[in-house]
């Protein structure tokens, strides 16, 4: 069977589109952080649109092709690609012989890169999905040196491009949001649109946290139970710095959210760096 064989890997994940459906049992959607990218990975190499992907988080990821040769494209994050050594385009279509290497650099720009095989990424399935949600731990683990990722046949169409252009991310982004159901809840919801926010190192696919600024809430010692939330929910916790939630968050855990990012700017949270500013403004 044809299998990438990982060689060399600094944080990397097998995502998919998710497991929807599952929230009556306590299980998130999970899936890749930057679900556009994700999908155009996919469609380079004409996988079917659920198929696993790798999502590699700023480079540090060497593959090599066993038993076969497997047809790779990459998208998201511009990570430089060397071909047995060799510099190969970004966003390109490119043929990994038996034997061959392909190496992910760190990107100029962006977070997560990701990296789709022609047949998709063929580990097993938990609850529909091969997605590793980091904080219900379900799914395939962490890539380590040493796995052999077995390439499945989830494909739908030829392989009708060669590349496409790489994605680069501006600095310090303008994200639409609209008010949560829990708006009231604090002093002043102006302020998230009026502050410049910094990314903090915590950040994670859980939730990103924000620093610069601080939203008080209107009575800190007031309780809430837990709801369901949403990709995107921005939640406002006692200390006053907010946090937006990801692909893996979990439920409000008694925090309200006061605001929730527009789904069609929640992809560019996903390529947010530690340390990267960014703004909201409210959707017109």
Do not use: K
């Not at 959607?29 to 380079?44: E, H, I, K, V, W």
């Not at 390109?92 to 962006?110: C, K, T």
């Not at 990424?121 to 395939?140: E, K, Q, Y």
């Amino acid at each position: 069977m044809t299998s990438l064989l990982v060689r060399r890997v600094g944080l990397a994940l097998v995502q998919d589109a998710g497991r929807p459906g599952q929230a009556a049992i306590g299980v998130g959607r999970s899936g890749a952080a930057d679900r556009s990218s994700y999908a155009l990975a996919n469609r380079l190499v004409g996988n079917t649109a659920g198929a696993a992907t790798l999502e590699v988080v700023l480079g540090g990821l060497e593959v090599e092709a066993v038993d076969g040769t497997v047809w790779l494209a990459g998208a998201g994050a511009p990570a430089p690609l060397r071909l047995d050594g060799r510099p190969e385009p970004t966003g390109a279509v490119l043929a990994l012989r038996p034997g061959s290497r392909l190496a992910l650099g760190l990107p100029a720009s962006g977070l997560r890169s990701y990296l789709a095989v022609r047949g998709g990424i063929d580990v097993p399935a938990v609850l529909g999905s091969r997605s590793h949600d980091t904080l219900a731990g379900l799914g395939p683990a962490p890539l380590a040196v040493g796995d052999a990722l077995p390439v499945g046949s989830e494909t739908a169409d030829e392989m009708r491009v060669d590349a496409v252009p790489a994605m680069r991310y501006g600095d310090r982004p303008v994200l639409r949001v609209v008010r949560g159901p829990r708006d009231d809840w604090v002093r002043d919801p102006a302020t998230l649109v009026a502050t410049t926010w910094s990314v903090a190192p915590a950040s994670d696919r859980v939730g990103i946290r924000l620093t610069g600024g601080r939203i008080d809430l209107l009575d800190p010692t007031r309780q809430l139970p837990s709801e369901g939330a949403t990709r995107g929910a921005i939640q406002v916790p006692s200390g006053g710095e907010p946090v937006v939630f990801g692909p893996d968050h979990p439920v409000t855990g008694g925090y309200p959210v006061m605001a929730v990012v527009v789904d069609d700017d929640s992809d560019r949270l996903a390529q947010l760096r530690p340390g990267e500013e960014v703004r909201f403004a409210w959707a017109q």
